[in-house]
């Protein structure tokens, strides 16, 4: 009874359609439980608006300012629905079903039944989902990336020849460049390459079936580009912008502030400030107009050529590593952020093993699955197109890398941008590393649990260095240009607590924590009262020496007014800095925005967390105001 064909076709397709079927119940889950969610900022006041003008205007409002501020889908798919949030959030419950349904088909094309299941699971605990109860784009975006995948998958592997996968990878290209034009360049490229390709290999009659395949993929791209294109020349006739949107130019603009380390100022404590450059520069207040944009495209792109190349490195070598692991902030935040970091480095582990694992053996797989005599279950042999479709897959991951370094960085960004070309990569390494046949079932078995130990090795030991090193502090390198508003060198204003003095600016710590305090009078508050900027900064600089070899932990700033009250923002993360007993003096910068801007007469008070035995030395105290924003105003020019 259990060799019935009935019943073998019948466990074969149960089993097929569980994970998908599983990841797609999760996401379904988590949309019903937060159905209810408030509308976000960008829906409640760009894009509702422009599909509720859409809906009023029809296709004239192409014509007006508005329909380029918002990319077409982000206005189009909403009012498709009525701009009715209920009825966008049900449609994305089948937007989500589409993404598991062409990431499982991508995966098992890809890497077999292995891969399809690890894929579905590393879908259901990522953090995707979180986006789809709203009415931002990121939803219509993520269907047609997975749709993109899967048309790849189609085209490069099974050397699909109907006009099926062609239309699928061209539908689904345009529908990601109309959502979010992070492909832009990208595609573009690709099929530029393909041409090229194509055209050195015109006289070679050894490669007609690999010239067919590179054809049928320029083809959909460039039929995938028409919509775009079209769009561009719109924008371009009717309002002098040749792109397909604005917003690029403020990313750039706040992916390269210094003071921000080119992420999102509340990291940091910090506001917005493109309203200081676009303001004097362009007299506009909207961010996303046409001349808003120049000007912060113009600001970015001077900033970049004035970094120096030293500077250049450290700045955005540590973007690279939050764009790939996530900033420490929002996982101080979040607590779910930090399994996510392990989610993401377990996937990065796998393709590094994976990657150095097929340079090793990878003239070895071919055509030996079926002479182990071992279940096709076990084993996969990754053939040509496999190999063509993960390199595909690997080089779009890494040029997305690239090309994001310099765009303003949060965690929605890098999992909606680097989390569908991971995720597949990811589960095909895994499923090919442990799928690959052996001379025997247990050997395979036994090298499948060694192969996946060392990349939980990998990932423990990438996650812990990255959490003794990593930094999130305001960077004293990287603050731009600074206005002075108060400063004192003046000891008399320093009161220290569990502390002893030492001599001249210095003391001895006696019990830990011991408070650090400079005092503030009522003309130092007024005269801070009116520096004109939205960002200020407290800074400290001290020097920390501990003969016994004891080592501080951090320093926590707090401002404490006269009566008593110690202040600080409900987000105390950021005032927690990591202290450095090398006897050098290090300026401590924190921010001073909110609660942390004197109103009133008191101190900014600093707790050192340091073993008793430490020397403090103290050398000044200031209060800055950002001028990075007004400064770049003197180098950019509206039109």
Same mark, same amino acid.
């Given at each position: ?49 422009? *599909? ?12 007006? %300012? ?12 909403? *009012? ?63 269907? &047609? ?29 345009? @529908? ?17 390459? +393909? ?47 040749? &792109? ?37 520069? *362009? ?101 040509? &197109? ?33 989390? %569908?070309?991971? @995720?597949?990569?990811?589960? +095909? ?46 960077? %004293?390198?990287?603050? &731009? ?49 009116? *520096? ?37 923002? %409900? ?69």
């Amino acid at each position: 009874m259990k060799n019935h064909p009935v019943l073998r076709f019948v466990c074969f397709r149960a089993a097929a359609w569980f994970w998908p079927a599983l990841a797609c119940a999760a996401g379904w889950r988590f949309i019903a439980v937060n159905f209810d969610a408030p509308v976000l900022f960008d829906p409640q006041y760009v894009y509702l608006p422009a *599909a509720r003008e859409f809906l009023a205007r029809g296709w004239a409002f192409l014509l007006t %300012p508005p329909s380029y501020r918002v990319v077409p889908l982000g206005y189009l798919w909403p *009012a498709l629905w009525g701009a009715n949030p209920d009825w966008i959030r049900a449609a994305n419950m089948g937007l989500w079903a589409g993404c598991a349904w062409f990431l499982w088909r991508a995966s098992y094309l890809a890497g077999g039944y292995r891969a399809a299941a690890l894929a579905m699971l590393l879908l259901a605990y990522s953090d995707l989902c979180r986006y789809f109860p709203s009415e931002m784009t990121e939803p219509i975006f993520l269907f &047609g990336i997975f749709g993109l995948i899967h048309a790849l998958a189609r085209l490069v592997i099974c050397k699909d020849r109907t006009s099926g996968a062609v239309v699928q990878g061209a539908a689904m290209l345009s @529908i990601t460049l109309l959502a979010r034009p992070i492909l832009q360049l990208i595609a573009p490229a690709a099929l530029l390459v +393909c041409l090229g390709a194509l055209a050195a290999t015109a006289r070679k009659h050894d490669a007609r079936a690999w010239r067919a395949t590179v054809a049928r993929i320029a083809v959909s791209l460039g039929a995938g580009l028409i919509l775009p294109l079209m769009l561009v020349v719109k924008n371009g006739l009717a309002f002098g912008l040749w &792109g397909l949107g604005t917003g690029a130019g403020a990313s750039l603009y706040l992916g390269v502030h210094p003071l921000f380390q080119g992420t999102e100022p509340n990291f940091l404590g910090f506001d917005y400030d493109i309203h200081r450059l676009i303001g004097p520069a *362009a007299h506009e207040s909207d961010h996303l107009s046409l001349i808003s944009d120049r000007v912060t495209r113009q600001a970015a792109l001077w900033s970049l050529q004035t970094m120096p190349a030293a500077d250049a490195a450290a700045f955005f070598g540590r973007k690279l590593w939050w764009w790939l692991a996530y900033h420490p902030i929002e996982i101080a935040r979040d607590g779910s952020m930090l399994m996510l970091r392990k989610l993401r480095l377990f996937e990065l582990s796998a393709l590094a093993v994976g990657c150095f694992w097929a340079m090793w053996r990878w003239r070895r797989f071919a055509g030996r699955a079926d002479s182990t005599g071992i279940p096709p279950v076990w084993t996969f042999s990754p053939a040509p &197109g496999h190999w063509a479709f993960a390199a595909t897959l690997l080089g779009i991951f890494a040029l997305l890398i690239v090309q994001l370094l310099p765009i303003l960085y949060n965690a929605r960004y890098s999992v909606v941008l680097l989390d %569908p070309w991971l @995720i597949p990569l990811a589960a +095909c390494s895994l499923a090919w590393m442990s799928g690959a046949p052996a001379a025997s079932a247990s050997r395979t078995v036994s090298r499948a649990v060694i192969l996946f130990a060392l990349v939980a090795a990998l990932t423990l030991a990438v996650y812990q260095i990255g959490r003794k090193t990593e930094n999130a502090s305001i960077d %004293p390198r990287f603050t &731009g240009p600074l206005g002075a508003v108060f400063q004192t060198f003046d000891e008399t204003r320093v009161r220290a607590s569990g502390m002893s003095r030492q001599g001249e600016r210095t003391w001895v710590i006696t019990e830990s924590p011991a408070v650090f305090m400079v005092g503030l009078v009522e003309k130092d508050v007024e005269w801070i009262g009116k *520096a004109d900027s939205d960002n200020t900064l407290w800074e400290t600089e001290i020097a920390l020496r501990n003969d016994g070899g004891g080592k501080c932990s951090h320093a926590e700033f707090a401002y404490q007014t006269s009566e008593g009250r110690i202040l600080q923002p %409900p987000d105390r993360h950021l005032l927690l800095l990591p202290l450095k007993t090398d006897g050098q003096f290090h300026r401590l910068l924190t921010h001073a925005n909110g609660l942390m801007r004197p109103r009133e007469t008191g101190s900014l008070r600093a707790a050192l967390y340091c073993p008793t035995g430490t020397v403090v030395q103290w050398r000044r105290t200031s209060f800055f105001l950002s001028r990075y924003a007004m400064e770049l105003t003197k180098h950019v020019k509206p039109h």
